[in-house]
């Protein structure tokens, strides 16, 4: 199996999902040349729920709408998903979870952690992400 060189973020599958969002196309050229390209179950959710929420996405999608979008993508040769937590996942999580300042950081510590365990790169454009990171290069946020 290859190994994905990026984990995308919701933020960016949102961004490619939607030729309306701002960073459609900052988005676009940067997985164009990342495969492989990997999601998780946590940005899979994350993209339906945003998708399905007009004030995100600026027009009515229903969530079984978003997830089909989604699952065309998931269907593509370079995509792979990152399902499962590998050895040595506790560790980083707990690391990250250290420099969380709060509830609301949980699900980005998971990410950077999942990513840490996996030896890949979340790429994002939420730059308080980069935070938690507990090494250089774990998570590459996009300028708009």
């Known amino acids: 199996m290859k190994q994905p060189r990026v984990l995308a973020d919701a933020n960016v599958l949102l961004a490619l999902a939607w030729p309306t969002h701002p960073f459609h196309g900052r988005a676009t050229m940067r997985l164009a040349g990342s495969a492989p390209w990997a999601t998780c179950p946590l940005t899979r959710a994350a993209f339906v729920r945003l998708s399905s929420n007009p004030l995100v996405v600026g027009r009515p999608v229903t969530p079984l709408e978003a ?7 998931l269907r ?3 995509h792979l998903a990152l399902d499962r937590e590998p050895s040595g996942f506790a560790v980083h999580f707990e690391k990250i979870l250290a420099r969380c ?3 609301n950081q949980v699900n980005d510590a998971y990410l950077v952690a999942l990513a840490a365990a996996h030896r890949v790169r979340v790429v994002t ?3 308080p992400l980069a935070a938690l990171a507990p090494e250089p290069g774990l998570v590459e946020v996009l300028k708009p």
């Open 67 to 73: 997830w089909r979008l989604l699952a065309g993508w």
């Open 76 to 78: 593509d040769k370079e």
């Open 101 to 103: 300042l709060g509830h």
């Open 125 to 127: 454009f939420d730059g």
